[in-house]
């Protein structure tokens, strides 16, 4: 693919096109917009602004419209420092805006952005616009070719504003109660004029000491300057095939702006950066099948390089670093042999003098970073898990013991801090910092022995020992070692359920296991232990089965969690998340389902969003990408898996050996991949597999292996030459392996692996494919069709005595009502009765407000956060009993409930009806199958109740069937589990 066109977009046709083949832009008009919560809502899309392109403390921003905005990054003490839009290019002819053309191509590059316009009442006459980033701003050249009809132009320049980060699609759209007032006016120095634009003091939000104030100045080559109201405009006489060189430049208050001094320095200035690039793209080219792919790779490095501080990455476009927002950026920067920018974050992060902490925009540790029970101690925050990870591959990939010296004394303080805060009974917890340690987990705070954290810890400690003994430091090397042991054989006897096949979320401070999972706990066995293929591959499969789902268009996406749904996005589809999992089903022969997945992540990133090249933070329910400008995690997480996973190229032994593992879907017949050091092409022709490896001098071995259907018999060669391999029979796939040393090297550093498989039938292996999605599925609001006659023809049973509760606890890692009060419309106030679609309910109304309702409440208690200790609540008990005394054929339980995330599949008490003849019927209650949730009413065989306008939260209708041919006496109703809440308003019976 050309390194200089990423892709096209057409206004006219509402297509992209990749060179060798279409895909479809999202298209112009209303766009869906999900946030945290899942919860959808409908917007403008946006048009301008929408692609941000970075370098330095600069922010080329540009769009589907012609138009092009400078944002200025300031270096502020903040986590989330302001943007700043030193203004905007806008160009008319003929006093038309560009923007307003009928025809707009748009041709989105790595340096900025080019448009092809032209106005269907003047179609002869073309209009070029290119833009070009630069260290303190962009440049940009206009032209027009054709016959020269019209050629009264302004080239119109100002609008500053300020925002934080770009999560809106209005967010730079300007009104006129947002901008921010500035004084203009033209400059004259020897080389040139140009018209500076300055904020009025305190103008601009700055959280930094002292303020600064920025200007921008604006010229264009042999214009005519002018002053109106702010803006720079520069009125000319456009000439056919003339090119205008425009620019604009920020500086701070002290500091002076420089322009090129002529035409030839500025068209200098813009092939410098195309170069540099061009160089950044060249680094790693690709050519796959799905050019969706090779084309994300592209958008992946640049975003990558537009992150950049010099010494670590940026989480977003502009906001703070820490250990958890490099949790993939530099994995991606060794997968890319990028060893010095790999080396710099390693040491950056190691050597802090107080550990980890979050590094705000200016460099410096946040002085506000405390734990939930107030200490200051950076030491405890466990970012450092990911960290180690990385250090161990970079050390693995380039036998710079060295750095880990360097680095070793300050990352053992770290580890010996996170110990003495973090283990419960052996084992590791998550808490309320879990961000810090598993990026976007910080709604998590599951309490008691996690697997995931656990899984990890044991191959961290793992890794960390072979650093300690391969650096002479044998006596903590057997230290660690044994930690990793020790861990590993807790976790899998207390969490690996042997009849489920997987591990258990957590086992919590009340000794209840939990079955909903965040995807960590089916991945991590696969990519950071040793463990045996077992518990990998059967955990692989449960993921599949539970949190895959399938977009209308047919995309494979993974949601990252099937816990309660709707908590801080738990459910939400994230790409950094899919790429990990992708990397794991590569690990493990999966090749169809990593290439789904990235291909998912690639379309989002690309051509399905709003900011095309921009990798996002999240996805919506139907795979676009959210509206971001850039996002570090998600690009450094498809770039390693991409080459790690999809590749499998990796250096590894201490420099000294290039490991190639590749993944390619079955339907391939060709790929490629070339790396600084090492690359790969793949060609397939019937059942003749072909690998090319191309490696650096300086490795003396080659491994190479495939994963490939389960084989009768093997025909491989090296290079001509007969070749020794090895196989190893997994549950549903066989793994080739071959070594390869200099023996087999012919010239040039390439080895050409040839495979003849002869496969065993495929009948003969267990498959299982991918769910059709998540464990639950979020109800809709009650209608009609979900229940039958039997409610509308059901009574009401009389339990007024018993409702005699108006506030329930309501808690969860985001919100904490502790006295919530459950409010819902359409109740008659003269006869107590509540209607809903397919029948109605008898309640009692509260004393106070309109639509809140008395109820019976059944609660155990809850657990003290900083504790664990459960708390018993002195206004309710966990036990109820509701006489009934007839026979009856059905019941129906119009309830709300509430229980904590960790609690979802648990069983939180039961039901039990007693009927006159000695005789009892127990019911189970499962959050999530008959229990739901106040955010959310997902379980399974219950129905949503819309509540009130004024409250987001829901109730539902639980039916079950009674046995009419005997008297059912009562229904007890115990609560053995803390966290959970039952609020029971009214009881129907069908006798």
């Known amino acids: 693919m050309n390194n200089n066109l990423l892709f096209h977009y057409s206004c006219e046709s509402g297509k992209v096109e990749i060179i060798a083949e279409k895909q479809e832009r999202i298209k112009l008009g209303t766009a869906v917009r999900t946030d945290h919560r899942s919860k959808t809502a409908y917007s403008k899309r946006a048009t301008r602004f929408n692609r941000g392109v970075k370098k330095g403390r600069s922010i080329l921003a540009v769009g589907d419209e012609p138009m092009a905005a400078l944002i200025c990054v300031n270096p502020e003490p903040s986590e989330a420092p302001f943007l700043h839009k030193l203004g905007h290019l806008q160009i008319k002819i003929n006093d038309r805006l560009l923007e307003e053309a009928e025809n707009i191509r748009t041709v989105f590059t790595p340096w900025g952005a080019d448009w092809t316009i032209n106005f269907t009442e003047n179609r002869d006459q073309v209009f070029y616009l290119k833009t070009v980033i630069t260290d303190q701003g962009f440049n940009a050249v206009f032209e027009t070719s054709g016959d020269v009809i019209w050629q009264d132009v302004e080239i119109i320049y100002g609008g500053f504003l300020f925002g934080e980060r770009t999560f809106q699609p209005e967010y730079f759209v300007e009104r006129p109660d947002n901008l921010i007032p500035v004084v203009a006016e033209t400059v004259k120095t020897r080389d040139m004029d140009y018209i500076k634009i300055s904020a009025l003091d305190g103008g601009f939000n700055y959280t930094g000491n002292p303020p600064v104030t920025e200007y921008a100045g604006f010229t264009v080559f042999g214009g005519i ?52 690039f061009e160089k950044l793209l060249a680094a790693c080219p690709s050519d796959v099948p799905d050019n969706i792919l090779d084309l994300a790779l592209k958008h992946a490095v640049l975003n990558m390089d537009y992150l950049y501080t010099g010494s670590a990455w940026f989480e977003g476009g502009h906001w703070w670093n820490s250990y958890f927002t490099n949790n993939n950026q530099i994995s991606a920067a060794i997968a890319l042999m990028d060893f010095s920018k790999a080396r710099n974050a390693l040491l950056y992060f190691g050597l802090k003098e107080k550990g980890y902490g979050v590094i705000l925009a200016d460099g410096q540790l946040d002085p506000n970073g405390t734990f939930s029970d107030g200490r200051e101690d950076f030491l405890a925050y466990d970012g450092i898990p990911y960290y180690l990870h990385q250090l161990y591959e970079y050390v693995d990939a380039t036998g710079d013991t060295g750095l880990f010296d360097v680095v070793c004394e300050n990352v053992i303080k770290m580890i010996e801090s996170l110990e003495l805060s973090r283990m419960n009974n052996g084992l590791y917890s998550w808490h309320r910092a879990c961000n810090m340690f598993l990026y976007q987990a910080d709604h998590l705070q599951l309490p008691g022995a996690s697997s995931s954290v656990s899984l990890m810890m044991a191959g961290i400690y793992k890794k960390l020992s072979v650093l300690l003994g391969k650096t002479g430091k044998n006596r903590q090397a057997l230290l660690y070692i044994k930690k990793s042991e020790n861990i590993l054989a807790k976790t899998i006897a207390k969490l690996w359920d042997k009849e489920r096949k997987f591990f258990v979320s957590h086992e919590d401070w009340q000794g209840h296991k939990h079955f909903g999972h965040y995807y960590t706990d089916l991945v991590f066995p696969a990519l950071y232990t040793d463990l045996p293929p077992e518990y990998a591959e ?76 921009s990798f996002p933070e999240r996805l919506s329910d139907d795979g676009k990408g959210e509206y971001n400008y850039m996002f570090g995690n998600p690009a450094g997480a498809y770039i390693y898996a991409y080459i790690c996973g999809l590749f499998g190229i990796r250096a590894g032994d201490y420099g000294k050996c290039l490991y190639v593992s590749p993944a390619f879907p079955p339907d391939w017949d060709k790929a490629e991949l070339q790396l600084l050091y090492g690359g790969l092409k793949y060609r397939r022709s019937g059942k003749v597999l072909e690998y090319y490896i191309n490696a650096d001098q300086r490795f003396k071995t080659v491994i190479f292996s495939v994963c490939l259907d389960p084989i009768e018999n093997l025909d491989i060669s090296i290079n001509g030459k007969a070749g020794e391999y090895t196989v190893e029979h997994r549950l549903t796939r066989d793994v080739v392996s071959i070594r390869i040393d200099q023996q087999f090297l012919v010239s040039g550093g390439e080895y050409r692996v040839r495979i003849i498989p002869l496969y065993r039938k495929i009948a003969e292996i267990e498959k299982n494919e991918c769910g059709d999605g998540p464990a639950h599925k979020p109800c809709d609001s009650i209608s009609g069709k979900n229940l039958s006659w039997e409610l509308l023809s059901s009574k009401p049973l009389d339990m007024d005595h018993l409702l005699i509760n108006e506030t329930i606890r309501a808690s969860s890692a985001w919100r904490q009502d502790n006295e919530y009060k459950p409010c819902f419309s359409g109740i008659d106030r003269n006869s107590n009765i509540m209607e809903i679609a397919g029948g109605s309910f008898k309640i009692i109304p509260a004393e106070n407000g309109t639509g809140y309702l008395k109820f019976l409440r059944v609660a155990f208690g809850y657990s003290d956060p900083i504790t664990g200790f459960t708390r018993h609540f002195n206004d309710c008990s966990n036990h109820a009993r509701i006489p009934v005394r007839r026979q009856v054929k059905k019941i129906f339980f119009f309830m709300m409930t509430e229980a904590d995330a960790r609690l979802t599949y648990s069983k939180i008490g039961y039901m039990c009806f007693a009927y006159s003849d000695g005789s009892t019927v127990y019911m189970d209650l499962v959050q999530g199958k008959n229990i739901s949730s106040l955010i959310e009413p997902f379980a399974a065989d219950a129905v949503a109740i819309v509540p009130a306008k004024e409250s987001a939260d829901c109730g539902f209708i639980l039916a079950m069937d009674g046995d009419n041919s005997k008297t059912l006496s009562y229904i007890d109703i115990d609560i053995n589990t803390s966290d959970a809440d039952v609020a029971i308003f009214a009881v129907n019976i069908l006798t």
Do not use: W
Request: charged fraction near 30%.
């Open 225 to 276: 300057s002018a002053v109106s109201g702010g803006f720079g405009i520069y009125r000319i006489k456009i000439k056919k095939d003339e090119k205008y060189g425009i620019c604009a430049r920020f500086a701070d208050e002290k500091k002076t702006i420089l322009f090129p001094e002529n035409k030839p320095a500025l068209d200098r200035e813009i092939n410098r950066e195309k170069q540099r």
């Open 538 to 613: 059967r955990s692989l499969d449960h993921l599949k089965r539970t949190l895959f789902i399938k977009a209308d268009s047919g995309n494979l996406l993974m949601r990252v969690g099937d816990l309660k749904p709707s908590l801080f996005g738990n459910d939400n589809v994230m790409p950094t998340q899919m790429a990990e999992t992708a990397r794991a089903f590569a690990k493990y022969g999966e090749a169809a389902v990593c290439g789904e997945l990235l291909k998912s992540i690639a379309l989002a990133a690309t051509v399905y969003t709003e900011a095309p090249g």
